[in-house]
């Protein structure tokens, strides 16, 4: 993700287009304009009620696409449900862009330019195409209108990404459109990308595509050209995408007629049939099978993971047979509103058979995938999935499909408090369980595990009997990690320190800042933590935020700011950019980032100049310091960049940065805006001194009479002698309006003469007791005297020092705000105005600030080494003790039933507290199935972006794995939990590129077989079975095994005549005959 950003800020430079801060017509013009008419409260409950509302599909409703993470935000927000009560401030607009593809993004800007120019809008569906690969709950959720209608209302943002709901095989909203490359038999070498759902019928399609494609339909055909071979003819024009078994991602054959009015000779049913070419181009192979069941699977583009888990279900041999038998069909419930209409168990019986009763050694799993990935969208498509996956949805559907409920009822999960009757207990909640759930795959695979929690606060235990279908192991693991993290203080003297903080592996931010915390004295609120990647900060983390977030390549700072309780501090982040030379048409140089970033605490409303002396404390230590004295000790008169003879320029970088200015600075701005506020500040100054004088005026007669009327010998204190205002008269007013200007402006030379003059208070005379005639005389004088002219304001006292550090600062920086990530100029009324380093400018918390280094100030004091000097505390050499490497398969189980502590993102809802708590809960095996699949947790599934896989050697019995001692119920000794095993699903590589793989036992010849997508080869499984790479092992009851019969029952024929029966039977004699001469 970081590089794909960088990738998209530099693609400017390409262009040579500056990146304009455009406003978004489909967006709010301002972020919760809206929102602010309600609370936080008023919202969730408004929200929760609208989505009981609607909280089912209906055909032809329509339902939005919302990014998830701006809706959890907002879930945060108004604290949603327990889930969500960490504090946390109300969202900007909604922000769905990163749904869409990037040639989407594109289109909508283009589409907003269209619009303004009154041009006709895009279609919908081609503007809003979402990415694919994207996840529900994951990348996004679906909220139904009227809860988007609210939202939308309250914050404004977008686009809308609206979906109707459909009616396929079930109801469904469809998020994205089959995406299809079409092409004609005339022209194999450019396709046309065509966007159908999969409810469109064949016969539309092929209308509008021979309508695009300038053919004639009664002179095509379409075929499915999957792998770029024609697989199937598509003859039924009525037939959905989805039933003719079209994919996304595919090819489309629209095959045309010869000149001669003839179709194109079909593909030989001996060479070439359905499913005998794959995605790669070359054929299946001719050979027959070795023996039944010996098939390899084509991989159809990443779907080694199916095939895995096909052959460890195909070679499982109580479930072949009830589907070689045709037992299953009794069982078919295809009115089942939770299964798949039989479809599923069609699909998979078909490949069964092509499996085990078929002349081909490859075949193809296509129609099979096809069914998949209509029920489950995220098997559509050929991206690499898990295995794991994959086998629990098929035996789940299976499960479904064959359930022998009809109608299930409502029953209620028996929760028990103690253990006084445990095998009664279990027994009952077996019982309910099959109340609802009686199928093949349940007499085969599921079990049942004990489940007890208890709660530390109140001790209340509850016990219930959960059934199982895959026993999920962990494997043994460090708990803890070390995160390396380097430390920035507000000491900008003091070197960056780099730490080594141990933590939890399931712990928060929060834990990494109160750790570090403890190592270096700093406050944890007064920690801010970034990734940095690409000279600017790339993230910043949130407290509530998982660690698994953070990988060991990320460059992690740390830096102290000011803590939250100083309201008048904000936080401003610094980048560094310099000057590249530039090959653009017209520009002579660009800003291009570099160095580190930095991030200081300042006062909310400070001057351009107290921003650049914060810069230079901060950045001053990457200088060479020899050079620093020098430079500051040199007389700079003018600017460095002016000396360069550059010509004005406002330039657009690679990075997308709209304006730094390099104009010469000169002691008098003569920029129309800076002319025009001189102008008003002088006109107020002449309208105050008119006013004061007013005022005086006033003063002075009401004194006089005072005195005059004055009784002889009191005492009467004048306070006007000499102008000065009187007690209780206030001579600020006048000024205030000017004043509050002044504060939004903050930005002219005219401010310091009208401060000077409004801020300067005069200062009054002692009060003296005075008598009748001294009364009279001053009174006199009062009346007389004539107004004094306003003397000038002193001029203020000027350091020569510190004005020489100035002009050495501004010749070697300049500072104006940009975006977060450096790429764009802000908008200018927030900006920095380095034309007037006095004049104040109100800075934002979590504002950035861009530093750009003058031309002769990078070449000459900038040393890239220093970047480097961090010092190194003694924690970063410790080192954790590390897992072991090697276990064996009963320690995974101990491991599994092992009594923990939920974390506090699982915590449980005790009914007694009325609270969640962090209780204890603990696993124990109660019934054990006749098959019994093992699931080990090689992947942690962190977090979207960040799963680890554990190569950790697991050694497993092949023969004999004896669960007599692991299982809490009583052994039946006809049944005893005595386990071969039979299959295994291997993984290899890592996450970001791995490959599946099988080994498994011949159900006939008990024999060991390898199987490598299309490949079938003998195999020994105690060599051959990699310890590190088995990720799930499929055992079979001994007993369940001894019983199988050699050959699987055949299905009942249909009535025939009866030389069709004989013949039949000498079929079946001769058969059997065979096998005889086998064993």
Not at 924 to 947: I, T
Request: include cysteine; proline fraction near 6%.
């Amino acid at each position: 993700h970081k590089s794909r950003m960088l990738k998209d800020d530099e693609a400017t430079e390409d262009t040579g287009e500056a990146v304009e801060d455009t406003p978004d017509t489909t967006r709010a013009p301002r972020a919760g304009a809206a929102a602010a008419e309600t609370t936080a409260e008023e919202e969730r409950e408004r929200v929760k009620a609208l989505m009981r509302e609607h909280c089912t599909l209906k055909q032809g409703d329509v339902w939005y696409i919302t990014d998830i993470a701006w809706f959890k935000r907002w879930k945060q927000y108004v604290k949603y449900d327990y889930l969500y009560m960490v504090t946390a401030s109300k969202p900007g607009p909604i922000d769905n862009s990163m749904l869409l593809e990037q040639q989407q993004q594109q289109q909508q800007q283009q589409q907003q330019q269209q619009e303004e120019a009154g041009a006709k809008e895009q279609k919908e569906e081609e503007e809003q195409t979402v990415r694919k690969g994207l996840g529900e709950d994951y990348d996004f959720v679906l909220l139904p209108e009227a809860v988007w209608t609210v939202l939308h209302g309250w914050y404004g943002g977008g686009p809308a990404i609206p979906r109707p709901v459909k009616r396929g095989t079930m109801l469904y909203v469809a998020i994205r459109p089959l995406v299809l490359l079409v092409v004609k038999s005339s022209d194999l070498q450019r396709p046309v990308t065509a966007k159908y759902y999969k409810d469109t019928p064949l016969g539309k399609f092929k209308s509008e595509m021979c309508a695009k494609m300038n053919l004639k339909e009664a002179d095509v055909r379409v075929w499915d050209y999957h792998g770029q071979k024609r697989l199937l003819l598509l003859k039924d024009d009525s037939v959905p995408l989805e039933q003719a078994h079209i994919i996304d991602g595919q090819y489309v054959l629209l095959e045309e007629k010869k000149a001669d009015g003839s179709w194109p000779e079909e593909p030989k049913p001996n060479t070439l049939t359905y499913g005998g070419w794959n995605s790669y181009g070359y054929s299946s192979y001719s050979r027959p099978q070795e023996a039944p069941g010996l098939a390899g699977l084509q991989n159809l583009g990443n779907t080694c993971f199916m095939n895995s888990g096909l052959q460890c279900l195909s070679n499982t041999a109580p479930l072949t047979n009830i589907f070689l038998s045709g037992a299953w069909r009794h069982d078919l419930n295809r009115d089942n509103p939770l299964g798949m209409n039989g479809e599923l168990a069609d699909a998979y019986s078909a490949l069964i058979e092509q499996i085990w009763r078929g002349n081909s050694a490859v075949v193809s799993p296509h129609n099979l995938k096809s069914v998949i990935g209509r029920f489950a969208s995220q098997f559509s498509g050929f991206q690499q999935q898990d295995s794991q996956e994959l086998i629990s949805f098929i035996l789940d559907g299976l499960h479904e499909d064959l359930n022998r409920i009809k109608k299930k009822p409502y029953v209620a999960i028996p929760e028990f408090t103690d253990e006084k009757d445990s095998v009664a207990n279990a027994e009952e909640a077996w019982k309910c369980f099959l109340a609802r759930n009686d199928s093949c795959i349940v007499d085969l695979f599921h079990g049942q595990l004990k489940s007890t929690v208890k709660c530390p606060t109140c001790h209340k235990v509850s016990i219930t009997y959960d059934p199982f279908c895959f026993l999920q192991l962990p494997l043994p693991q460090i708990t803890t990690r070390i995160i390396s993290i380097i430390v920035h203080t507000r000491d900008p003297n003091t070197a960056p320190t780099r730490y080594g903080v141990t933590v939890p592996v399931e712990g928060t931010v929060l834990d990494l800042k109160t750790a570090l915390s403890r190592m270096c004295g700093v406050s944890a609120g007064s920690f801010e933590l970034f990734d940095v990647f690409g000279y600017r900060m790339f993230k910043q983390f949130a407290d509530n935020e998982g660690l698994d977030t953070i990988t060991e390549r990320d460059i992690i700072r740390a830096y102290e700011v000011a803590p939250p309780d100083h309201k008048d501090m904000v936080r401003v982040t610094i980048l560094q950019h310099k000057k590249q030379e530039s090959n653009w048409s017209g520009k002579r140089w660009y800003a291009s980032l570099f160095g580190v970033p930095h991030v200081v605490s300042v006062p909310r409303t400070c001057t351009y100049d107290d921003m650049l002396h914060t810069c230079f404390l901060e950045l001053r230590r990457y200088c060479d310091q020899t050079a620093l004295d020098q430079w500051l000790s040199a007389d700079h008169g003018e600017d460095e960049e002016s000396s360069n003879s550059e010509p004005e320029q406002s330039y657009s970088p690679s990075t997308g940065l709209s304006s730094f200015s390099t104009t010469r600075d000169t002691d008098r701005c003569e920029c129309a805006t800076c002319i025009r506020r001189r102008e008003t500040a002088e006109a107020e100054l002449r309208h105050q001194k008119r006013r004061e004088h007013e005022a005086r005026k006033e003063r002075r007669a009401a004194t006089a009479a005072a005195v005059a009327a004055a009784v002889p010998g009191s005492a009467i204190e004048l306070r006007d002698v000499g102008g000065y205002c009187p007690e209780g008269v206030s001579d600020t007013s006048s000024d205030s309006d000017f004043d509050k200007d002044e504060e939004m402006t903050s930005s002219d030379d005219s401010s310091e003469t009208t401060e000077a003059t409004t801020a300067a208070e005069e200062e009054p005379l002692p009060a003296e007791p005075v008598t009748e005639a001294a009364g009279a005389v001053a009174a006199d004088a009062l009346v007389e005297a004539p107004l004094p002219e306003p003397e000038p304001e002193p001029e203020p006292a000027v350091n020569p020092a510190q004005t020489k550090l100035m002009r050495a600062l501004h010749a070697m920086f300049t500072l104006t705000q940009v975006d977060q990530l450096g790429t764009r100029v802000a908008r200018p009324d927030v900006s920095l105005d380095r034309h007037h380093g006095d004049s104040l400018a109100h800075l934002a918390d979590g504002c950035v600030v861009g530093v750009l280094w003058s031309t002769a100030a990078y070449t000459k004091l900038y040393s890239a080494a220093t970047e480097g000097d961090v010092r190194r505390d003694p924690s970063c050499d410790i080192k954790l003790a590390e897992a072991e490497q090697d276990v064996s398969l009963e320690s995974c189980i101990d491991l599994f039933t092992a009594e923990e502590r939920l974390a506090a993102g699982n915590a449980w809802y005790c009914n007694v507290c009325k609270s969640h708590q962090l209780a204890s809960k603990k696993f124990d095996l109660w019934r054990m199935p006749p098959v019994l699949v093992v699931h080990l947790k090689r992947f942690n599934y962190k977090s979207r972006y960040f799963r680890d896989r554990l190569d950790t050697a697991v050694r497993f019995p092949v023969k004999g794995l004896d669960l007599t001692t692991k299982v809490g119920s009583p052994v039946d000794p006809t049944h005893p939990p005595l386990y071969d095993l039979y299959a295994v699903s291997n993984h290899f590589g890592s996450m970001a590129g791995g490959h599946y793989t099988a080994h498994a036992m011949n159900k006939d010849t008990h024999q060991w077989y390898g199987f490598d997508d299309s490949s079938c080869s003998h195999a020994n499984p105690d060599l051959d079975i990699s310890p590190t790479a088995a990720y799930m092992l499929l055992y079979i009851r001994q007993d369940v095994l001894n019983a199988l019969p050699a050959t699987p029952p055949a299905p009942a024929p249909a009535p025939a005549p009866a030389e069709s029966s004989s013949s039949s039977s000498s079929s079946s004699s001769s058969s059997e005959e065979e096998e005889e001469e086998d064993e």
